[in-house]
C-alpha cells in the first residue's frame, strides 16, 4: 500500500532577528506514527511545529506535506479558529470527538471564564475533530489533571496519521511515540525509538566523545613538550654549525662544520622538529573536528529571606462564588517558612482560590514573587520590553539565571517574542530579584523543559521564604512542600478546600 510521508528537506529557518538559523538544513521523513520533539526552551519546537504545518515557510529546502495538517496550539489564549464549525457539526464526529475529552459545547462562548485545563481540553477535541493526515500538538498536556491526561493520550492513542508532538512529559511522550527528534542548539538528531532512550544512546556516544577528545588533548599535550624539546635542539644544532663563534685561526673547527653540512648531520634536528610540527597540526586538526557536548551545573539560587510578620497568609471560613458553583475555604494559615502545595481536578478552582490568597498576603511591600499559570503573548511580550529596559547590570543577573536554567540567553537576546518556557524562566529571574518573602506559581512546570524543573525543585525545597505550589506535577510536589491544600468537589455544586500534612497528603492523592 501507498505510506503517506511528511518530508523535510534541507530545511533552514531564522526569524529575521536572528543572526544564525534556529534550524539549519534539516532532512528527515516521517510516516504515519507517533513522533516526540524534544528539547530546553527557545530551541525551535513550536517552530518546526509550525514549519510542517506550513504556517510559516523556510528559508531553503522544503517541507512536503502529504495531505491535510492541523497545529493545535501551545498557547491558551484565544479559541482555535474551526471552534464554531465544530460545535455547529451534528453528524457524530464532533460529539464523538468532546465526548472522548469531556468537553462541552457551551465552554466555547465561555473561553474566557474557563479554565486552562478546560481550554487545552477543547483545542484538542477540535484537532481530533478536524482528523487531518498530519496533526502537530504542542504541549497537549500542560494543565491537564491526571485523568484528562489519560483521556488525551488514549486519545492521541487512536490517530492514525502523521503525529508531531512536542511536551516535556518524557513518561508520556515514551508510551505514545515511535521515534523522535532531539534538538539541542542548531543540532537535530533524528532517533527510531523514544526520547528517554534516544537521550540514553546520546549520553553514551557523547561519552564515548569526551573520553576521545580527553586522549586526543593529553596526547597532543606530549606531542607539544616533544616539540619544544625539539625546536631547542635544532637551536643548538643551529648555533653549533655557525662560524660566527669560532677564531679566525681555528681551521680544524670550520672543516668540522663544513664536513656536518656537507653529510646532513646538522640538519637532523631540524628535520625531526618539522616531522613533529606536522604531526601536532595534525594532532589538533582532529581535536577541533570532535564535537562533544560540555556538562554543565544547571543551578539557581533563591536568595529568598523569611518575612518578619507572624504569618505570611491568613483567612477565615470563606464562601467564593464561581458562576454555578461555590467555592469553601475554611479557617488557613500559612507560616512565614511553610511551603504548601494547592491540589485538584481540571477546574475545582485553584486559581480562583490563589487569586484570592493573592488579595491577603500579608509581607513587606515588593517581596511577593508570582508568576501566574499562563502568560499570554500580548503580557509575554510586555515583560519582555521592561526586561529589554533594565539597566546592564540587572539584565545581566537576568540572562545568567536564564542561562543556568540551561536556555540560551545570547538567542534570547536576539528574540522579539520569548517561548513561553522563555517567559517563565524571565518571570522567575525577575521574582528571583526581589529577593521575596513568599513565592507563589499556578502550575510551575507548565512550558518549563526538564532541566529546569530539576533546577527549580532543589532551589525551592531549599529557599527559607514561604513557598505555594498549584500543580499536577505530584512528585515535584511531594518533594519540596509541607503540607496540601486540596479542592474536592463536595454535594450541590460546592467544592471544599481541606487542608491535609505532608503525612496524608499522598493518601488524599490517591483518593
Ligand atoms: N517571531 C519571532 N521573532 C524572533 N524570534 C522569535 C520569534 N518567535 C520565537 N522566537 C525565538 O525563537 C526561539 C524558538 O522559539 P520557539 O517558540 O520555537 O521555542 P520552543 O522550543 O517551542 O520553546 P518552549 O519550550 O518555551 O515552548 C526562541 O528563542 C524564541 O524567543
Ligand atoms: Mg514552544
Not at 562533544?292 to 491568613?314: A, C, D, M, Q, T
Not at 526581589?434 to 532541566?451: C, G, L, S
Request: glycine content about 8%.
Amino acid at each position: 500500500m501507498f505510506q503517506k510521508f511528511l518530508n523535510f528537506n534541507k530545511v533552514t529557518f531564522s526569524y529575521d532577528s536572528m543572526s544564525a538559523p534556529l534550524i539549519a538544513e534539516l532532512s528527515h521523513s516521517f510516516p504515519p506514527g507517533w513522533y516526540a520533539i524534544a528539547g530546553a526552551n527557545g530551541t525551535g519546537k513550536t517552530t518546526f511545529l509550525k514549519l510542517a504545518s506550513a504556517i510559516i515557510m523556510p528559508d531553503s529546502g522544503t517541507v512536503t506535506i502529504p495531505g491535510s495538517v492541523y497545529y493545535c496550539e501551545q498557547r491558551t489564549d484565544t479559541p482555535p479558529e474551526i471552534s464554531r464549525k465544530m460545535i455547529d457539526d451534528n453528524n457524530g464526529s464532533a460529539e464523538n470527538a468532546m465526548r472522548k475529552l469531556g468537553v462541552q459545547r457551551g465552554w466555547f462562548d465561555n473561553w474566557q471564564v474557563l479554565s486552562h485545563g478546560e481550554r487545552k481540553k477543547f483545542q484538542l477535541a477540535c484537532a481530533l475533530w478536524m482528523n487531518p493526515d498530519v496533526l502537530c500538538v504542542d504541549e497537549p498536556f500542560n494543565h491537564l489533571d491526571a485523568a484528562a491526561k489519560q483521556a488525551v493520550v488514549s486519545a492521541l492513542k487512536g490517530y492514525a496519521g502523521i503525529g508531531l508532538l512536542v511536551s516535556h512529559d518524557r513518561e508520556t511522550s515514551d508510551e505514545l511515540c515511535r521515534g523522535c527528534l532531539i534538538i539541542d542548539g542548531n543540532r537535530i538528531t533524528a532517533h527510531n525509538r523514544g526520547i528517554s532512550d534516544a537521550l540514553v544512546t546520546l549520553d553514551i556516544i557523547n561519552a564515548s566523545k569526551k573520553k576521545e577528545f580527553m586522549e586526543k588533548q593529553r596526547g597532543l599535550r606530549r606531542l607539544s613538550d616533544e616539540l619544544t624539546n625539539r625546536k631547542n635542539k635544532a637551536m643548538q644544532a643551529d648555533s653549533k654549525r655557525s662560524k660566527k663563534h669560532l677564531d679566525r685561526h681555528d681551521s680544524d673547527g670550520r672543516a668540522k662544520i663544513d664536513l656536518a653540512r656537507l653529510t646532513g648531520k646538522d640538519a637532523v634536528a631540524g628535520r625531526l622538529q618539522k616531522q613533529m610540527e606536522k604531526r601536532v597540526l595534525r594532532v589538533s586538526d582532529e581535536l577541533g573536528r570532535i564535537e562533544y557536548i560540555k556538562e554543565k551545573r544547571h543551578v539557581i539560587f533563591l536568595p529568598g529571606s523569611k518575612s518578619r510578620r507572624n504569618y505570611i497568609f491568613k483567612t477565615e471560613r470563606h464562601v467564593i462564588g464561581m458562576g454555578n458553583k461555590t467555592l469553601v475555604i475554611p479557617r488557613l494559615i500559612l507560616d512565614t517558612h511553610e511551603k504548601v502545595s494547592v491540589t485538584g481536578g481540571n477546574g475545582a478552582g485553584k486559581s480562583t482560590f490563589i487569586n484570592f490568597m493573592m488579595q491577603g498576603i500579608n509581607t513587606e511591600e515588593g517581596h511577593i514573587c508570582y508568576i501566574p499559570q499562563e502568560i499570554t503573548k500580548v503580557q509575554s511580550d510586555k515583560i519582555w520590553k521592561q526586561i529589554r529596559a533594565m539597566n546592564g547590570a540587572d539584565l545581566g543577573r537576568v540572562l545568567v539565571i536564564i542561562s543556568n536554567l540551561g536556555s540560551d540567553p545570547k538567542q534570547l537576546l536576539q528574540s522579539v517574542s520569548p517561548s513561553p518556557g522563555e517567559t517563565r524562566k524571565l518571570m522567575l529571574a525577575m521574582g528571583i530579584m526581589k529577593t521575596p518573602h513568599i513565592i507563589v506559581m499556578d502550575e510551575p512546570t507548565n512550558h518549563m523543559d526538564i532541566i529546569s524543573i530539576q533546577c527549580l525543585e532543589t532551589a525551592l525545597k531549599e529557599c527559607p521564604c514561604a513557598v505555594v505550589l498549584v500543580s499536577h506535577d505530584i512528585k515535584f510536589l511531594n518533594a519540596i512542600t509541607d503540607k496540601n491544600w486540596h479542592i474536592e468537589c463536595g454535594g450541590n455544586e460546592s467544592l471544599m478546600l481541606t487542608e491535609t500534612r505532608r503525612t496524608g497528603f499522598n493518601d488524599v492523592m490517591k483518593g
